[in-house]
């Protein structure tokens, strides 16, 4: 069935550090792609998507870039905050015009130092 | 505009109890998906509800039922708790036809 692997953390850096999180997927028709966000104590929120091939995804200083040729859909920020410390998760839908299911990777586990 | 909500807060259950878990969707969503999180995982999915009815279900055993009521809310019930059943339980509202689903807070089950 469909899957996302994601690199495991956790990631340590210092502010103004580059991030890159990758992340790697197998599925058998043409999913969307997803970067959610859990800050501590809070709720999973959806940080940016991509719908189709070569669709890059920005929000908040974030990108990603569905790329189907390497199955990838990696995460980067050129310049890291303190307040970017959080649970970042890969994940998949089947579905592009209809609500589906998604599918998670495992997490990456962020901390950025001052 | 309230977003997903989600009760009881926290809940702790003995093995073998019964438990049921609510969700109200974000005001005009009119489908209800739930996913379980355990501890340093990412979530699974569990079922989603649509019209009242049980569209989609993941690989979780019958233990585990919902309900959807007219008003869109959700319950989801799992029967004869297990230890394994500790975890973060998540509710995500969505309209129908968009794959984008917005998550509550969720529900943190503990079973002693």
């Known amino acids: 069935g469909d899957s996302v692997t994601q690199m495991e953390g956790p990631v340590t850096l210092s502010e103004e550090a580059f991030l890159t999180i990758n992340c790697t997927y197998t599925?058998?028709?043409?999913?969307?792609l997803f970067w959610y966000v859990q800050y501590p104590g809070e709720g999973l929120q959806l940080l940016l998507k991509a719908t189709k091939a070569d669709d890059k995804g920005s929000n908040k200083g974030f990108e990603a870039t569905y790329r189907k040729e390497t199955t990838s859909f990696h995460l980067e920020k050129g310049s890291v905050q303190v307040s970017d410390s959080a649970v970042y998760f890969c994940?998949?839908?089947?579905?592009?015009?209809?609500?589906?299911?998604?599918?998670f990777g495992s997490g990456t586990r962020l901390s950025i130092r001052p | 505009d309230a977003g997903v909500t989600q009760s009881p807060t926290h809940l702790i259950k003995t093995r073998g109890q019964q438990v049921t878990l609510r969700c109200s969707p974000k005001?005009?969503?009119?489908?209800v998906s739930w996913y379980q999180q355990a501890l340093g995982q990412g979530p699974q999915f569990i079922f989603q509800y649509y019209e009242e009815e049980e569209r989609q279900r993941g690989n979780f055993p019958d233990r585990f039922s919902g309900h959807q009521f007219p008003n869109y809310s959700s319950e989801l019930n799992v029967n004869a708790l297990l230890l394994g059943d500790s975890a973060l339980y998540l509710c995500?509202?969505?309209?129908?036809?968009?794959?984008?689903?917005?998550f509550g807070p969720g529900t943190r089950l503990t079973v002693t």
């Open positions: 994940a998949l839908s089947e579905g592009q015009s209809s609500a589906s299911k998604i599918i």
């Open positions: 995500a509202s969505s309209l129908v036809d968009s794959y984008e689903q917005y």
């Open positions: 599925a058998t028709g043409y999913p969307s």
């Open positions: 005001s005009g969503h009119d489908t």
